[in-house]
């Protein structure tokens, strides 16, 4: 069973909706991150939070808005996502300080989110 | 400009057999570099690691090697078993970020 925890494990949405993919953790990491993931192709860094703030953003679109709430939790809004975002979005979490990997500092992966955006 | 390859899209071994997967990088600024294994359906899980100060890491079946002067890693499984069917991606960080950057993965096939 994986340590980092992502719900829903499927969504399916319209271009005018308004929803959110949760993640949760409960192994004390202070960094947590976004990747997204399209078929056949390597995973993609989109946000890195570290100690609850956001650190690196890839250039996201703001179409896809990022939350930390506290230190074991963290959000992805979506708002008038296109078709082309339909991909499998993963959660991790890293004991990383500051989110710097280090040696012995893995990042641990959720099982994801399947969007599919009609 | 892809950082981090894995040339061979597919690899297909005998159970019981080595499995040997293969690969490189470009940035030399790189100082730690990951094996994932994914399973369809999964997230991504962590198997080994290595730090660019080493040239091999050991963890049971598990062995990573490390060539810096080639930009060169690879990881071998043995003995490979049907269980290790799975994608295998490579990842690589470096320059104190929080990036890590994956190859394309290889496809790991044991057969019974």
Redesign the interface.
Known sequence: D?E?T?TPKHLVMGMTNKKSLKCEQHMGHR?M?WYKQKA??????MF?Y?YEKL??N?SVPSRFSPECPNSSLLNLHLHALQPEDSALY?C?S?P?P???????S???????T?LTVT | DQQVKQNSPSLSVQEGRISILNCDYTNSMFDYFLWYKKYPAEGPTFLISISSIKDKNEDGRFTVFLNKSAKHLSLHIVPSQPGDSAVYFCAASGEGTGKLIFGQGTTLQVKP
Do not use: D
């Not at chain 1, 056949?40 to 860094?45: A, D, N, S, W």
């Not at chain 1, 500051?98 to 012995?104: A, S």
């Not at chain 1, 893995?106 to 994801?112: K, Q, T, V």
């Open positions: 994986t980092v992502q960094a991150y056949k192709k390597p995973p993609e860094l890195v570290s650190s690196i890839e993963l991790a890293s990383a500051g989110g710097i990997l280090k040696y012995n893995p990042l641990h992966f959720g099982n994801g399947r």
